[in-house]
């Protein structure tokens, strides 16, 4: 008998539908992931008790851990699917949407709270004029150096998800935003707005939530210094803090 | 983007920029759990310390703390007052929290968790040993010398001592770590380096003040000063007893 792979997926027909589960057997192919498993179950949607059922929803893209997509929960986890190799895991694969954000289908999210955030704390570099701003100042290579690892950011919210103090009572902003403040704050011209990002951090669900728990540091698919960032940024907030009470 | 009409109608809100206080009331929590909780918190354990050198220089140190001036002003403005703020909105913190240790079991995470529990434990702790020892019984702000007396009666319950222990152990822990968390989060150990670092120098302060603690506790069981009396001998007798 071939080698089989078992997968758990807990589906859900639409925001306000009931969750349920359903299990699927597939043929073990090598370099299997949990996108490709699920690209098979499309193409032949039958439970593993031989009922026929509608392809799974989810998001995804790149396929290579780049473009944040299909971050979902894999065996109780934060992480990417198509990065998760079904060799790696235990089976049966337990493959969940993501917890702490709307669910719109299956494992498919609205993860449109982590664009408000980036939108609030304007994780962007100001470069928009009706003339030629000409050329930017030079970025040093150590600089660089510090930048690049927050650069690789993509928006996935793995951090997010696993983070104990992210929920719908703390509203907390999560370490991925606080991550690109410091990113933009380090920028020569993105510096322009770094007191109103700083000060974005004070608001209600701000820096001041994050509990060191340090999970998201542990989960995030493309290793960036999280904690760093925000023992970084906690600082600086502070000092703005101090700053425009005794300042103005 | 998914859906642009109402970006985020549920689930998690994004932050509220430039609303509310609470990063003025979290960090005043943060720092009131080292000063002056924390300091005071190391004074106790000094003070009480004195115990290991017999009743006479506990009884002391006891008389030379409540003769300092504006007793009651300082044990409001500087004990009571900072250990409530701390303890109700330290409640507050851990309850918006949703710890999930079982499917990230990492070390991190864990403290992340055990600070609740033992900030939790601690305070049940100190709300009964406040009120043992200084609104209940003999009153040592104005009876010094029966110090002694009064902590070796209290540790006679087997219940009572083993209240200490977790405690004392308790306390410990959560002053440690919450220096280790404080200097993350006002970000004094930036670095991967110098947390990791912070994380042993808390480490041996955990178990340097749970070690005080208990070698305190057994000073108050050793056979030389078995049944102290409430009023203490003239001073020759119990000092010859310590040597």
């Known amino acids: ?81 198509c990065s998760a190799l079904v060799d790696k895991l235990d089976q049966p694969i337990r493959v969940e949407p993501f917890s702490k954000f709307p669910i719109v289908r299956d494992l498919a999210v609205d993860r449109s709270v982590i664009f408000e955030n980036l939108k609030a704390v304007k994780a962007w570099v100001p470069v928009d004029g009706t003339y030629d701003l000409g050329s930017g100042l030079r970025i040093y290579p150590t600089e660089q150096e510090e930048a690049y690892p927050i650069s690789r950011c993509i928006s996935c919210c793995c951090c997010m998800e696993a983070c104990p103090q992210f929920n719908e009572d703390t509203g907390f902003v999560g370490a991925a935003t606080i991550a690109q403040v410091r990113l933009f704050n380090q920028h020569p011209t993105g510096k322009a707005l770094k007191h109103e990002r700083l000060q974005a951090l004070m608001g209600d669900g701000g820096i001041q939530e994050c509990g060191f728990a340090q999970n998201c540091v542990q989960v995030c698919p493309k290793d960036i210094p999280l904690t760093k960032a925000i023992a970084d940024t906690g600082r600086e907030v502070i000092k703005q803090a101090i700053k425009d009470f005794f300042r103005g | 983007m998914a859906s642009v009409a109402s970006p985020v109608a549920r689930g998690v809100p994004p932050i509220r920029a430039g609303q509310g206080h609470s990063f003025l009331l979290r960090r005043l929590h943060s720092l009131s759990g080292i000063i002056p909780i924390g300091a005071f918190l190391l004074e106790h354990f000094i003070s009480n310390a004195f115990a290991t050198n017999g009743p006479r220089a506990y009884a002391d140190q006891v008389k030379f703390l409540t003769g300092l001036p504006f007793v009651p002003i300082l044990e409001t403005v500087g004990i009571y007052i900072p250990l409530l703020y701390h303890a109700l909105y330290g409640f507050y913190i851990w309850f918006r929290g949703e710890s999930n240790v079982s499917d990230y079991p990492w070390a991190g995470n864990f403290m992340y968790a055990a600070q609740r529990w033992t900030g939790g434990i601690a305070f049940i702790y100190i709300a009964w040993h406040t009120y043992t020892m200084r609104f209940s019984g003999i009153h040592l702000l104005t009876n010094s ?21 977790i405690g004392i152990t308790a306390a410990s822990w959560h002053f440690a770590y919450g220096i280790y968390l404080f200097c993350a989060k006002w970000g004094i150990t930036v670095s991967e380096t110098s947390r990791k670092w912070m994380g042993r120098v808390c480490l041996v302060l955990a178990l340097t003040l749970i070690t005080i603690g208990w070698v305190t506790m057994a000073a108050f069981f050793k056979p030389q000063w078995k049944n102290i009396p409430e009023k203490l001998p003239p001073e020759q007798s119990v000092e010859r007893s310590v040597h």
């Open chain 1, 1 to 81: 008998m071939a080698k089989t792979v078992i997968l758990k997926i807990k589906r859900q027909e639409s925001p306000k539908a009931a969750a349920r589960w359903e299990e699927f057997e597939l043929t073990w192919k090598p370099g299997m992931n949990v996108i490709s498993a699920m690209m098979e179950i499309a193409a032949n949607p039958v439970t593993r008790d031989g009922k026929t059922t509608t392809p799974i929803a989810y998001d995804s893209n790149c396929l290579e851990e780049v473009c944040g997509s299909c971050a979902m929960l894999i065996n109780g986890r934060a992480r990417m699917a």
């Open chain 2, 145 to 165: 010398q029966a110090a002694f007396h009064k902590v070796q009666m209290e540790l006679q319950s087997p219940w009572a001592g083993a209240f200490y222990v």
